[in-house]
């Protein structure tokens, strides 16, 4: 049709606002900027409600009426940035379309401008690789097309053409989208609405049939599919489970095209999420068709005939290049113990070299460790006096710029880690952590491995040991005993937290009678817990 | 008699109702959404009744920022109550879009002056502003003389907020440049800061204690030993909140709103923050 009227503009806002309602859920899922909050569908969805609540109620339908009363509607019901911005769209084709009864093609893209042009102004800092940039585009291209173009069903259709395009570009404008790998969910949302908009004036039916509800990503991620194998006869050896990531997805084709491969398949989804389960002997060539309509994720597959064979596939696509940019500082700490390393990695040790107490890490381990950090400024935190020294020689040996840390235990590289500041020059860290780390008391709780004598005491073979800052301090034949003695010899004026670690000689449960013992006795004190996993130390504990 | 200057904010700025009251200072409430419901903050829902429903939610709250209708009507009302010129002051725009929907509404109401200012923080650091703002209008000044006054707090205001965790930040998508202090094993408290109106990190200790140690050292190093305006803040942590105060009291001279304000943080700020939290504003007087 030549021409567009109220009646139809009416229609077209009732139901662009049930599309996008029908897949707030998608667009939700698709939120990652500016605020990762997940909203984006709900609020545009609730915006568009609002307007065509205005809309519903009129009877007499003139063009001009209609369009300004969504406008105020959206304006009034705004919800969230996205929201607000689908209000100034709305609020400048209103304007564009003014007093008239009808509109042509032609006024129609200048309409769409005058909305671009209204939602630009509306936003501070407007950004590009966002709803705006897709309206704008979507804009121009509707202009363009209007002077050879008459039809408004087909202008339309060429606007929304564009629109996606456009779309599919916006993870190149914005780098977050492309680290996350999704479009932008307020562009999407828009798509959403002039693809109900275009259906109003044709009678087409879109994209989603009315009995699947939209699924989020999460939640067709989550989908579990459960196998039933008898593995006696198994005919195809790997389950292959991944999803795609597309436009447009054909669930349809794909079935078909995975189908021949194996058995037990299932394919589920909407138009940019899927996942696909597959029984095949081929995985591989049911990744490679897959590949070709979109990009693969969370790919598992795993040999069910050997039941302990898991192979599993990291993402397909190279992650965004921030994982592979060199990192101004590097860390590199020298600990023993399983639970202490998980520590210190999540500190944000980048190399842990195995050493400690028992066996001390050659020149050559922290030579290694240091060159595999990615950064040129290295701090490295021996943990131990006996590894100092090494440290300082192995910082000789690499081209990197070093600092050696002189920390005598653990419990100092902990607290020495907690003052760093990835923010703050080398000099201000240097200081920083040598403060952190000589303010901390460090108490060590093990056996003694022959006889001696303590000051006037025998020693036993057995004997349970307390060592403060290094020093022997007490002796006695029972651990939680000496754990208590100990701690009460140096504990400081102003001691609040003890920070336990109990090495791989003790368990869990015992080590948690010792915590109440402690808590008890020192009730001003906070005490916390942790796996170490330590050789020979049964306890290693700090006071802060 | 009503002032012809008007100030209006919204819910976050965590001030006490006698005070809002009083001064005649308008707000425009976020809203909150717990487990489906709809309520407006601070209105519908307190902070005590928020933090009491908190751990029994079947998923964490969402907020979302006042509609462009919701400023419109309070400017309206405002207008009709005889005022000529309103001042908004606000949410910093790094964590809502409260302040750029209020803009949007002021464009929209005639009859009345309305000038809306980004304040780059967040509650008492903008409670502080409103408070001044509020007051100066109540005693005379011009809408001029209040603009100004505002435009120079916001340059001079600060807040530091000590956090039990970071949890709720990163959940409710506000965690900033914070989200380097993210991963830790070990029971470490993050103090944060706003820094061009975005969450910062500040520094990171272990314990309570040496938490509220370091901030006063921090407000130490920024107030270089002048008086100070200071307003606290806490999340359904009274008593933590309570040892800051004393500590502030005795290190700094503060003015008399030092002995009013501690407030509890509304139930929009409490859910992007989370319970523990303990903070404070303030601003030097010269």
New interface residues.
Partial sequence: MEILNGAQLKEMILVASRNLTAQKDLVDSLNVFP?????TGT?MALTLQAAAREVQKLDLVLLGEVVHKAATGA???????S??IL??LLRGFAKGIGNKDTINAKEMAQSFQAAVDMAYK???KPVEGTILTVAREAARAAQENCRRVTSVEELLRLTIKQAKVTLDQTPDMLPVLKQVGVVDAGGKGLVVILEGALSALTGEEIGLEPEITPLTIEAIQSIEIVDEIDLADIEFHYCTEFIIKGQTLPIEDIKRAVEPLGDSMMVVGTDDVAKVHIHSNHPGRVLEICMEYGTLHAIKISNMVEQHQELQVAQVQPKASADLAAKPYGLVAVAVGEGLC??FK???VDQIVEGGQTANPSIEDLVNAINAVNSDQVFVLPNNKNIILAAEQAKGLVDKSVIVVPTRSVTQG??AL?AF???SDVQTNQERMLQAASKVVTGEVTYAVRDSKFEDQDVREGDILGLGDGKLKVVGKEISEVVGDLVTMIMPE?G??I?VFYGQDVSEEEARVVVDMLEAAFPDC?V?L?QGGQPLYYYIFSI? | MVSKVRVVTDSTADLPRELLEQLKIAVVPLKIIVDGETYRDGVDLTPKEFFQRLPFTKELPSTSQPSPGDFVATYERLRDEGAEKIICIHLSGGLSGAVGAARLAGNLVDGVEIEVIDSYSASVGLGLIVLSAARAAQNGATGDEVVALVNNLVQKVQVYFVLDTLEYLQKGGRIGRAEAFLGSLLNIKPILSLVDGIITPVDKVRGQSKAIERTIELIKQSSGGKRLEVAMVHANNFSDVMRLHERVVSEFKCCELCELIISEVSPVLGTHVGPGLVGIGFYPID
């Fill in positions: 605020v990762p909050d997940g909203d609020n304006l009034m019901g705004a919800r969230g940035n929201g607000v209000s100034q509306g936003v501070m998980r520590i999540s500190l944000g902990i607290a907690v500041d990835a923010q102003h609040e937290i920070t906070e916390e942790h802060e």
